[in-house]
Every structure is written in structure tokens, then in C-alpha cells.
């Protein structure tokens, strides 16, 4: 089953969120500090993927140019105009916004290079290995966010299944049209942008910036603009 990944993994973060709503009588200073852990090890993993560039320029041409094209569409205020109709349908009325928590989990969970090479994996391979990996990795996250930001984070399981479910779909015949030395190097190449934009998500967590993280998302895109040109001309 193609899917079979993608929908364990939006399972474990339902059933993270759902516990940790239950937990929100943990105190605010254990909330913060557990918040501030989160953020540290979110920012230094995606430091670490970023390293593992071997082409950096790619990475800060399409970190700069998915920036200019996702502020002029701005996702963010879409994602977060998302997050505020769910919000108005559920009526809530505790004092976190369901959008902040929808915003924020879909942003952690969706970026990253295990998402994308999972999806893969399961596409190609019929290996589920990997998402479901990170399916345990974001059940525990899930909780934590849950407890801290709301039941918004219950919410970015749906953009997992999309993101997730479509590129496995589109896997099962990507190997009949990329070479496989072009997506060696996607790989590498995205997961070192993706990486970087993971850092920024630790760095809003934690405070230290305000960074529209989102709205850096068509870099994602962008890399595989440059990584297709590099292969095919240079």
C-alpha cells in the first residue's frame, strides 16, 4: 500500500495532539522551557541538513528567490487565514489561537527532508521505513505542541496526508523520468534548503526572530530549478 507511510504518520500526530490536550495543566514555566528545548533541537538539526550541501549557492539563490515569490503570494497569511476558519468553526474560546497551532505543527512536520524521502521511499520502493520513523518522532512533538500551542496542531495532519500522500503517488513513476545522478543531487540539494529553513522554524519557536518561515517555502521548488539546470548543462 503507497500510502501506507503517510497515513501512519498523520495518525501519530492526530493521537500525539489529542493526548497532549490533555496535559494542559503542565506549568507554564515547564511549558516554556520544554518549548525552548523543542526549538534548540528543531534549529540544530536543521543546521545539520544544511551541511550536507554539496552545491551552497543553490541553497542561498533559492533560499533568496523562494523568499521574493513566497512573499508576493504569501503563504503565510494564507496558512495562517486557514488556520483562523477552522478556528471560526470550532468556536474556540481558550486563549491559544488554533491557527498558531495549525501554522506552526504543519510547518515542522511538512519541511524536512524525511517527509520527501519517505514519500519516496514509498512510492518507489514500497518502503515505508522512513515515514514511519518520523511518524514516532512526530507523535512525541505532537504532544508537546499540542499541550503548549492547542488543538490546532491536531489540524496539520490533513497537510501532511496531501504533501506526503501526493509526492508518493507521483513517486511510483518518478523513476521512469529522472535519472537517478539528477535526483541524487535533489536530494542533497533540498534537504540542505530544507534544513535551513527547519533552523528558522527553531529560531520562531525559541523567539530569538520573527522570520515569515513559510513564506520561504517555493525555495523548496526553486532548488529543483537550479539542480536540473546544473545537471543537464554544467
Known sequence: MVLLGTLVNAACIAIGAIVGRFLQNIPEKVKETVMSGIGLAVAVMGLQMTFKSEQYLIVILSIVIGAVIGEWIDIEKHLNALGKWIESKMKQT?????????????????????????????????DHTVLITKAIIDGFTAIILSSTLGIGVLFSAVPIILYEGVIALLATQIDRWIPSGLMDMFIAEMTATGGLMIAVIGLNIIGLTKIRAANLLPGILVVGIFVSFVYLFL
Open 94 to 126: 481558550e486563549g491559544m489561537s488554533v491557527s498558531q497551532g495549525f501554522v506552526t505543527a504543519t510547518l515542522i512536520f511538512c519541511i524536512g527532508a524525511m517527509s520527501i524521502l519517505g514519500a519516496l521511499d514509498s512510492g518507489i520502493r514500497n
